[in-house]
């Protein structure tokens, strides 16, 4: 992978790297003997080895000027593994917290293993490791193949990719060393937040700049998606994070919102990192993988620009619904909650759209697993927004508000979506990128459907009963009128269900480590495929992929 | 692809475009969309006439219904107080003997209890009261801080070793820890405490030192025969029933280090008559379940 970069770009890298480790070590002089060393540490580390694998091919020649004529997929194979690799940690932990909560004892008295520590470390690892990085792999994909343009730039996507991951393994570093700023799906502390922001500017230009390269006249709609994610999950995560750093040589910061000012800025970070990261850049990934896979035309593209403008109107709104009942003042929750509902058919709309765009196509669903996985994301992702739309409704969520219903919600989107649209897409994408005639098992793929959807409808089940059971029991009033349950009832009313969300979650992780050995043997074993034209032009400029095989 | 390409399968025509061989058909958006858009705004609107929704400068729109959460907290509050006080005000003014031979009066009090005693004594005394290492069990009839009515009330009012200017205050010296009693006395009177209730059966020397070094350590809070002393909240030595336990290695603990229980004061956060009804919780309540 290094060997095809030039030289300069090596030593652009080195260069980059190389003020990387400084900064690393600076850090850990300066907060020596506290977490915040230990991040500097971890940085330099980083750096180095990096910087390590960058020298050994130092001297390697010059590439050949005509990979310029072909697409840029080296750090897309780099984030297939890095994703798969995310998942394990992010869904690993997942693990261990459900049966955490169904058996306390699990934690085994050290600090780190706090569920308050742990749970950050599954969230962050899931939404911002496993999600970012396949979106991220997936954008250099789908950015490249619609637009008949190689990426821009042979470092820009090299930093992006593994600049993010550096991010991602600060937090949940951080996290387990007790660093955490205390706002929820943006936990990390100023440092990080700041590195990130360098990320994803720079991420956000390679877009734009690759976007202005295309040969196609017209920008398809994965891509609306994809820069609408980039776009406004910057905004957010500057808004949701500024804060001023009690000092240079440590972790600890204060943010500039107060009171519940801060609430409501948090929450329409917390909502929108919902709406922008797991739903519209994982619609871009649908828009793209889904028609690919099943060879039909998207059903409508005026659907298209209904449901992306609704959609994205309309969701900044409604950060307020996760704060019903509370001081925010109440005209906020309104119309939280109304923005919430007048959501709902844009994006049922997309949902819709993809479904339709499998007319033609349905015994494709059913022969193929790949295609399987992203139809029922698609199926998912209309049952989790209703279900959004649903529980903004105040009444409604005076019942589901702090009860495992909200985990329920969270899961579908989150195990049923997200996860299961990322795997059909890997799925698509492997033999792609690999040239590879297909996936190495057929059958494994088969296996790793039918456990993910196993997993997610035990695990969401389980939530909704108990979420709703704990709600009842919430409010239950006997004939004195005072409570009919005590707390320690509605935990040991629960204990079952816990039980059962470990076990769906368990059985979901078996079939994604599946996916990791069927992946890996793709990429080992999986017979070549034969001559692929899977380039950007003709030496005449002509396009020059139109005789890619379904895969 | 050119313009006027139609999908043979559905018979709509594509945009004209194509991205890595995906096309797009140029579907009208089906009337039902339209439909669910129209429904959905408007009941948005409709919310937004009835509730408080819009901001203004200064102010913001109230909404046709004039609802406003916190009056209909503090409705709903006030509604349920009224609701409460039909009884909750007679087990405040009554004395406990009135409360249990009102019938109707107790059931209300059976009926409230588990949820105060969940929330509030469970964590520390267990679901039934039976207690742990170190938090009393109080359905055993043995008291450290004595069990009639007032004493009770008492305990749960000022707490133990607590934050309450009128708290209930007791320690065990650390007897090995402070150098009063060797490991080797230690054990003596250890195995003599054992022998009181009949845990153990010592040879007469060792009876006889473990019973000397008791009267000159322990008996001043424990008393002579080592049945305790509920206003020094010591407890009875010679029953059945055992605080941090009865094995030699737990009581040469305790013998060695002291003990130093703690109670909360649960004025501040229990009103009166809630207290008198977790007092009457462990004394009838649970004992007649049992």
Redesign the interface.
């Known amino acids: 992978m290094v060997a095809a970069l030039t030289v300069g770009t090596r030593v652009l890298a080195l260069v980059i790297l190389g003020i990387g480790a400084i900064v690393g070590l600076a850090m850990a002089v300066a907060g020596a003997g506290q977490a915040f060393g230990v991040h500097g540490w971890i940085v330099l580390i980083y750096c180095l080895v990096i910087a390590w694998r960058v020298m050994l091919q130092l001297d390697a020649p010059e590439p050949s000027p005509s990979r310029l004529r072909s697409y840029y997929d080296d750090p897309i194979k780099m984030g297939v593994v890095l994703t798969m690799a995310w998942a394990i940690v992010g869904m690993g932990f997942g693990v261990w917290v459900a049966y955490l909560l169904a058996y306390p004892d699990l934690r085994y008295d050290a600090a780190w293993t706090g569920f308050g520590r742990l749970r950050p470390v599954h969230t962050t690892g899931i939404i911002f490791g496993f999600g970012g990085t396949a979106l991220i792999t997936t954008s250099f994909h789908v950015m490249q193949r619609t637009s008949r343009a190689r990426l821009a730039g042979e470092f820009t996507p090299w930093f992006v990719l593994l600049g993010y991951q550096l991010f991602v393994i600060l937090a949940i570093s951080g996290y387990l060393m007790g660093i955490n700023q205390s706002k929820e799906y943006a936990e990390a502390e100023w440092y990080a937040d700041l590195w990130l922001l360098v990320v994803w500017i720079t991420y956000f230009t390679l877009y734009i700049r690759t976007l202005a390269r295309r040969a196609e006249p017209h920008i398809y709609v994965a891509n609306w998606y994809y820069l609408s994610f980039i776009l406004i999950v910057g905004v957010l995560h500057i808004f949701n994070n500024v804060a001023l750093p009690v000092s240079w040589s440590g972790s600890r910061s204060y943010i500039l919102w107060s009171g519940v000012q801060d609430a409501m800025m948090q929450w329409w970070y917390g909502h929108n990192a919902v709406a922008f990261f797991l739903t519209s850049g994982f619609l871009g990934m649908l828009y793209y993988y889904l028609p690919k896979r099943a060879a039909r035309p998207i059903y409508s593209y005026r659907l298209s620009i209904l449901s992306f403008w609704g959609i994205t109107f309309f969701y900044v709104w409604v950060g307020s619904h996760h704060l019903h009942y509370t001081a925010l003042p109440q005209w906020v929750q309104t119309l939280g909650m109304t923005f919430s509902i007048m959501l709902l058919v844009p994006s049922w709309a997309t949902a819709a759209n993809a479904l339709l765009t499998l007319n033609g196509a349905w015994h494709k669903v059913r022969d193929d697993a790949t295609l399987r996985f992203m139809m029922v994301a698609a199926i998912f992702y209309g049952m989790a927004t209703f279900e959004g739309s649903f529980l903004a409704i105040r009444g409604v969520n005076a019942l589901s508000h702090y009860t495992d219903w909200t985990i329920a919600h969270v899961h579908v989107g989150t195990l049923g979506w997200n996860a299961i649209l990322i795997f059909g897409a890997i799925y698509a994408l492997v033999p792609v990128i690999w040239r590879r005639e297909r996936m190495w098992s057929p059958r494994l793929v088969e296996w790793h459907f039918w456990l993910a959807v196993a997993g997610t409808v035990i695990y969401v089940f389980s939530m909704w009963n108990s979420g709703i059971l704990q709600g009842l029991m919430w409010r239950t009033y006997n004939d004195a009128g005072t409570l009919q349950y005590s707390f320690i009832d509605t935990v040991m009313a629960m204990h079952p269900y816990y039980m059962g969300r470990a076990v769906g979650g368990t059985i979901y992780m078996i079939g994604m480590l599946i996916g990791c050995v069927n992946i890996w043997m793709t990429i080992r074993k999986a017979p070549e495929a034969g001559y692929l034209r899977d380039m950007p032009k003709t030496p005449a400029g002509d396009a020059d992929d139109r005789r890619v095989p379904a895969e | 692809m050119s313009v006027d390409e139609r999908?043979p399968?559905?018979g709509h025509r594509?945009?004209g475009?194509?991205?890595?061989?995906?096309?797009?058909?140029?579907?009208?958006?089906?009337r039902a969309?339209w439909w669910?858009?129209g429904l959905?705004?408007a009941?948005?609107v409709l919310?937004?006439f009835l509730?408080?929704?819009?901001?203004l400068v200064t102010t913001?729109?109230k909404?046709l219904l004039g609802?406003?959460?916190r009056q209909l907290v503090a409705g709903q509050l006030a509604a349920?107080a009224r609701?409460?006080d039909q009884?909750m005000s007679r087990i405040a003014s009554e004395d406990l003997p009135t409360i249990r031979g009102d019938k109707e009066l107790m059931a209300?009090v059976a009926?409230?209890a588990?949820?105060?005693?969940?929330?509030n004594c469970?964590?520390c005394h267990g679901?039934v009261a039976t207690g742990g290492p170190g938090f009393p069990d109080l359905v055993d009839k043995s008291w450290l801080w004595g069990g009639d009515d007032d004493a009770v009330l008492e305990t749960i009012r000022v707490g133990v070793n607590s934050a309450h200017p009128d708290t209930r205050t007791s320690q065990m010296l650390a007897f090995g820890a402070g150098g009063m009693l060797t490991r080797d006395e230690i054990r003596t009177v250890a195995t003599y405490v054992q022998s009181l209730s009949g845990l153990a059966t010592p040879d007469d020397a060792t009876r006889q030192a473990g019973a000397q070094l008791f009267a000159d350590n322990c008996a001043s809070c424990h008393g002579d025969d080592g049945t305790g002393d509920t206003s020094l909240g010591a407890p009875n030595l010679t029953d059945a029933f055992w605080l941090y336990g009865s094995d030699s290695e737990t009581l040469f603990r305790t013998i060695y280090g002291g003990r130093h229980g703690w109670m909360p004061t649960w004025e501040s956060r229990l009103s009166e008559a809630q207290r008198k009804i977790l007092a009457l919780y462990v004394l009838n309540v649970l004992p007649e379940k049992q």
């Open positions: 999908d399968l559905t594509t945009t475009h194509e991205w890595n061989g995906i096309t797009e058909l140029n579907t009208r958006v089906p969309v669910a858009i959905t705004h009941w948005a919310m937004w509730l408080p929704s819009w901001p913001y729109t909404g609802v406003d959460q349920a609701d409460h009884w209300t009926e409230v588990p949820a105060l005693w969940g929330d469970q964590a679901r």
